[in-house]
T-cell receptor, first 112, second 114 residues
Framework: QKEVEQNSGPLSVPEGAIASLNCTYS??????FFWYRQYSGKSPELIMS????GDKEDGRFTAQLNKASQYVSLLIRDSQPSDSATYLC????????????FGAGTRLFVKA | ETGVTQSPTHLIKTRGQQVTLRCSSQ?????VSWYQQALGQGPQFIFQ???????GRGNFPPRFSGLQFPNYSSELNVNALELDDSALYLC?????????????FGPGTRLTVT
């Protein structure tokens, strides 16, 4: 059973639209959550972190966390073609040793 | 500020051989984690090193081992290479005292096992 699940996509949105990316996790011990962006052939780049329930906004990005539902999401407003990439959701737990689990990623395609 | 660096960029090995990959953490960071990323998959956590000791480990066999040095740089060693070990190996550094676990990745080492 996968511990972090994401829709593999591809998710296709027109330029200027809102892209909504979702992630669920099974480890209730996870305390920190992250969204990474990965362009083809490149390494993951951290774009958002969230630690408590609610919303966190940073520029065009908003991360949402609901620990009761074990759900994390990322909204990208005013999507640009340069946002086309794979978005990875990750959760970190510290019980019994440090562990970070990544989802398989959602491919986002923003059409100009 | 210096980012995370890894060497080599690419590597080709034969099944059964051993390999060592290297990582220098971002300046000011004291923790290094290693990941294996197969094509089309998310990174899989191998282990983390803090204060030169293994601080957490994922579901990888003992032939995957590591070291962290006093300057916080790190090595990943893989013995008895198997074809399935072919992947992108990523190193990520973080500042454990921040308590937040934000990790920053290096460019990766592409390992091909033939």
């Amino acid at each position: 059973q996968k511990e972090v699940e994401q829709n593999s996509g591809p998710l296709s949105v027109p330029e200027g639209a809102i892209a909504s990316l979702n992630c669920t996790y099974s480890d209730r011990g996870s305390q920190s959550f992250f969204w990474y962006r990965q362009y083809s052939g490149k390494s993951p780049e951290l774009i958002m972190s969230i630690y408590s329930n609610g919303d966190k906004e940073d520029g065009r990005f908003t991360a949402q966390l609901n620990k009761a539902s074990q759900y994390v999401s990322l909204l990208i407003r005013d999507s640009q073609p340069s946002d086309s990439a794979t978005y990875l959701c990750a959760g970190t737990s510290y019980t019994g040793g440090f562990k970070t689990i990544f989802g398989a990623g959602t491919r986002l395609f923003v059409k100009a | 500020e210096t980012g995370v660096t890894q060497s080599p960029t690419h590597l080709i090995k034969t099944r059964g051989q051993q390999v060592t990959l290297r990582c220098s953490s971002q300046s000011g960071h004291n923790t290094v984690s290693w990941y294996q990323q197969a094509l089309g998959q998310g990174p899989q956590f191998i282990f983390q090193y803090y204060r030169e000791e293994e601080n957490g480990r994922g579901n990888f066999p003992p032939r995957f081992s590591g070291l962290q040095f006093p300057n916080y740089s790190s090595e990943l060693n893989v013995n008895a290479l198997e074809l399935d070990d072919s992947a992108l190996y990523l190193c990520a550094s973080s500042l454990v005292s921040s308590g937040r676990g934000e990790q920053y990745f290096g460019p990766g080492t592409r390992l091909t096992v033939t």
